[in-house]
Structure formats: C-alpha cells, structure tokens
C-alpha cells in the first residue's frame, strides 16, 4: 500500500510543451504539497494545499497551475514547459491541526526531463 | 526572509564514528523542526522531530538537539554504518499557524565509509 504515489516516475517531454503529474495519498491527511528538487538537490515549496484550498503559492510561474479535486489528490499541470522546468517534482502530505505537530509523507518523485 | 542553513553539503566519516550534522536558521523562531533522510531517486523520509520546548529527542542510534537561542539543530548518528549513507535534511514549519509550511534545508550528504 503506497501512502503517496505519484504518476508518472519519469516524464520527458520538448520544450513548449503540457503536462500533468499525478498525486494521491491514502494517509487521509488534509494537507498536500508540491516540492520542487532541482539539480543541487535543494527542495523547495511550491504549493500548499489545505482541505482544496491553496494555501502557499512561493512565487512559481503561473505556467504551473495545482489542481485537488477532493483532499486525497493534487495534480500539478504545467503550460508551455521550459528547461529550466526540468528537475524531480515531489509530492507529499501532512496531517495539520491545532495543537497537531506531524511529519510529511513523500511520493517517490517525478523525473521530469525537458528537451 | 527566513533561511535555512545546513552548513556541510558534505561529510565523510569511518564507520563506528558518530556522525554530526548541522542546521542553522535565521530570522524566525519556529515550534518544531524536523530531519529527513533522502536516498539517491527516492523522496525523502522522516526520522525525527523536535519542539522549540524540547531540548534532545532520540531515537534509537539518532539524537537530535534543538538550540532556539543559538537558532541551530544538531543531528548525530552514534555508531555509524555504511548504511547511514544518505543526504540529510532538515526541515522547519514556517507557517506560524496550524497549517503546512514546511521549508527545507540544503541537506547534507553523509558518506560513511567501512
């Protein structure tokens, strides 16, 4: 049983491009984000989500549009992919709540590769 | 804005050795902080976390020590194994609030050799 799964692992695509990766979780936490880890390997916020609701949008071009159709998922789509767009996409989730401190639960990745 | 600091992007030690991983963070004072390991294609896992009321938390060969006035986290692994190798990282709840805002650090790679 996979807690966070995303599809797909790998993604290559050319530049100009549209794509989607997919995210659920079956942890039934209410909060859900994207990371982006590029080739430095620094992971860095994109999106926050809670219970549907944007939360945090850290100055990502609007190229990159999140989209959670209930609270398990979280797609990201990405318009008109770029090369710089090219790094490992992460999903992942958390349990949030007053007085409640937990962990986040990550997705094994998604290779993007764009050319 | 906030930053956070992991100040050895990479650390080599002999096994049986314990290691010592540092994190730094500046202009905020958050509730909790958390150390992630990461594997090479994988994402990352958690392994423990601390409150700002906590000044050591372990787990095992793993402690972790949470300084709010030096704003600084310390993670060692006594005893350390080949296996230990991995990059570390360390992550704190910026949000102030109830919900996910959780930042990370560089991380720092742990190479353990026999």
């Known amino acids: 049983d996979t807690a966070v799964s995303q599809t797909p692992k790998y993604l290559v695509t050319q530049m100009g491009n549209d794509k989607s990766i997919k995210c659920e979780q079956n942890l039934g936490h209410d909060t859900m984000y994207w990371y982006k880890q590029d080739s430095k390997k620094f992971l860095k916020i994109m999106f926050s989500y809670n219970n549907k609701e944007l939360i945090i949008n850290e100055t990502v071009p609007n190229r990159f549009s999140p989209k959670s159709p209930d609270k398990a998922h979280l797609n990201l789509h990405i318009n008109s992919l770029e090369l710089g767009d090219s790094a490992v996409y992460f999903c992942?989730?958390?349990?949030?709540?007053?007085?409640?401190?937990?962990?986040?639960?990550f997705g094994q990745g998604t290779r993007l590769t764009v050319v | 804005s906030q930053k956070i600091e992991q100040n050895s992007e990479a650390l080599n030690i002999q096994e049986g050795k314990t290691a010592t991983l540092t994190c730094n963070y500046t202009?905020?004072?958050?509730?909790?902080l958390q150390w992630y390991r990461q594997d090479p294609g994988r994402g990352p896992v958690f392994l423990l976390l601390i409150r700002e009321n906590e000044k050591e938390k372990r787990k095992e060969r793993l402690k972790v020590t949470f300084d709010t006035t030096l704003k600084q986290s310390l993670f060692h692994i006594t005893a350390s194994q080949p296996a230990d190798s991995a990059t570390y990282l360390c992550a704190l709840d910026m949000s102030g609030s109830t919900l996910g805002r959780l930042y990370f650090g560089r991380g720092t790679q742990l190479t353990v050799w026999p």
């Open positions: 202009n905020y004072s958050p509730a909790y």
């Open positions: 992942a989730s958390s349990h949030t709540g007053t007085g409640v401190v937990a962990e986040a639960f």
